[in-house]
């Protein structure tokens, strides 16, 4: 069946634009996930979405970031006056028991 | 401190080799744990879960001691395609929402 699928899957934009990462979970999955991975780096978890709960924001890492998810369809990932710091692959992930995880391809995002 | 810590590698060992990663996490309250692999420049993969009484699958056994709160992963007779990097992941307490992942360990498996 359908993976987990993210787009664009390449991103190169310049210092201070915004952009925005869509996310298209596996259908039926009620938990959805952002993280970020930089270059040689770890996961970092960013924010979660459970259904119609309120979010867990607690991992976004300024307030140029914010996400938003309609229902339990797709997600987006909002990255206001990009700065180089944020270049990185962002991975979105989506999990029917919050435990177990599907990730998709992810969007590698270069600020120039 | 980190909540998950792996000792990064690089592991460079030869086909037929037994190989094991161990990791160390934080939080005494973690309640679930895992093993994911990751290849280059691809997403992480769920390899498999790890159990208090410790599970097998083929080739790879995970052991989980919670007395001193670190994770293996054993890799018995390697294969070129193990090759990866590999993630060890921790979930905080009952109801936590977020997993934790560790760095990675590289195995690069030589012929």
């Known amino acids: 069946g359908a993976g987990v699928s993210q787009s664009p899957s390449n991103k190169v934009t310049e210092k201070g634009k915004d952009v925005e990462l869509r996310c298209d979970p596996i259908s039926g999955h009620t938990a959805l996930y952002w993280y970020r991975q930089r270059l040689g780096q770890g996961l970092e978890f960013l924010i979660y979405?459970?259904?119609?709960?309120?979010?867990?924001k607690s991992g976004l890492p300024s307030d140029r970031f914010s996400a938003e998810r309609t229902g339990e369809s797709v997600s987006t990932l909002t990255i206001q006056r990009t700065q180089q710091e944020d270049s990185a692959v962002y991975l979105c992930?989506?999990?029917?028991?919050?435990?177990?995880?599907?990730f998709g391809p992810g969007t590698r995002l270069l600020v120039l | 401190r980190k909540e998950v810590e792996q000792d990064p590698g690089p592991f460079n060992v030869p086909e037929g080799a037994t190989v094991a990663f161990n990791c160390t996490y934080s939080?005494?309250?973690?309640?679930?744990f895992f093993w994911y692999r990751q290849d280059c420049r691809k997403e992480p993969k769920l390899l498999m879960s790890v159990y208090s009484s410790g599970n097998e699958d083929g080739r790879f056994t995970a052991q989980l001691n919670r007395a001193s709160q670190y994770i293996s992963l054993l890799i018995r007779d390697s294969k070129l395609s193990d090759s990866a990097t590999y993630l060890c992941v921790a979930k905080g307490s009952t109801g936590a929402n977020n997993l934790f992942f560790g760095t990675g360990t590289r195995l690069t498996v030589i012929p």
């Open positions: 992930a989506s999990s029917p028991n919050k435990e177990t995880q599907y």
């Open positions: 939080n005494s309250a973690s309640q679930s």
């Open positions: 979405f459970q259904g119609n709960s309120a979010p867990d």
